[in-house]
């Protein structure tokens, strides 16, 4: 089972435009991390916040988490055809620092 | 530093054939993991391994086994590949340096079960 559930599933916008998408979880978490994938590729760590963290900032991201509605929120800024990707969260809840990850969200910037 | 290498980067087994993937990492990671990706799907955890020596199973473990002999090499291994086996592999690897780490991924590899 997929303890992250991203929303929405796939999102297109105009280049610099924003972008947001949404991560749901199930149970209590020590952190949530977001990641990007482009096509063909690995996963490459973007931005990490903790469970006592409401907000952090990364360049053009800004992340927020609700611990008591157990979500999150990635909004890419003035986004560019390169953040053309999907974008995975995935929540660090117990020993062994394992993550586990949402279905994703499919993100398509047009120039 | 090449980070998180795997090997092979493609390949197409039949059913029944048996086959080793390699994940290599040279950052001195303790914490090594095995996920597959199905399409239009998030990763899943198949298993992962705290230190040389030591490994536990993941999410969806059946039909895979696993070995760290030595702490920058983590072997996936099939032992009788089935169709349903078929999907991108990821390895990752991270440290022990703090509490909340990030977790360095490889390029993936694509395999095929006929």
């Known amino acids: 089972s997929q303890q992250g559930e991203e929303d929405p599933q796939a999102l297109s916008i105009q280049e610099g435009e924003n972008a947001t998408m949404n991560c749901s979880y199930k149970?209590?978490?020590?952190?949530l991390q977001w990641y990007r994938q482009n096509s063909g590729r690995g996963l490459v760590h973007l931005i990490l916040?903790?469970?006592?963290?409401r907000e952090k900032h990364s360049g053009r991201l800004r992340v927020t988490l609700d611990t008591s509605k157990k979500s999150s929120s990635l909004l890419i800024t003035a986004s560019r055809a390169a953040d053309t990707a999907s974008y995975f969260c995935?929540?660090?809840?117990?020993?062994?620092?394992?993550?586990?990850f949402g279905g994703g969200t499919r993100v398509l910037v047009k120039p | 530093n090449a980070g998180v290498t795997q090997t092979p980067k493609f390949r197409v087994l039949k059913t029944g054939q048996s086959m080793t993937l390699l994940c290599a990492q040279d950052?001195?990671?303790?914490?090594m993991y095995w996920y597959r990706q199905d399409p239009g799907m998030g990763l899943r955890l198949i298993h992962y391994?705290?230190?040389?020596?030591?490994?536990a199973k993941g999410e969806v473990p059946d039909g895979y086994n696993v070995s760290r002999l030595k702490k920058q090499n983590f072997l996936l291994g099939l032992e009788s590949a089935a169709p349903s086996q078929t999907s991108v592999y990821f390895c990752?690897?991270?440290?022990?340096?703090?509490?909340?780490?990030?977790?360095?991924f490889g390029p993936g590899t694509r395999l095929t079960v006929l």
């Open positions: 916040i903790r469970s006592n963290e």
């Open positions: 950052m001195n990671h303790e914490y």
């Open positions: 149970t209590s978490i020590n952190n």
């Open positions: 391994s705290v230190g040389e020596g030591t490994t």
């Open positions: 995935a929540t660090d809840k117990a020993a062994g620092n394992k993550l586990t």
């Open positions: 990752a690897s991270t440290g022990t340096s703090g509490i909340y780490n990030e977790q360095f």
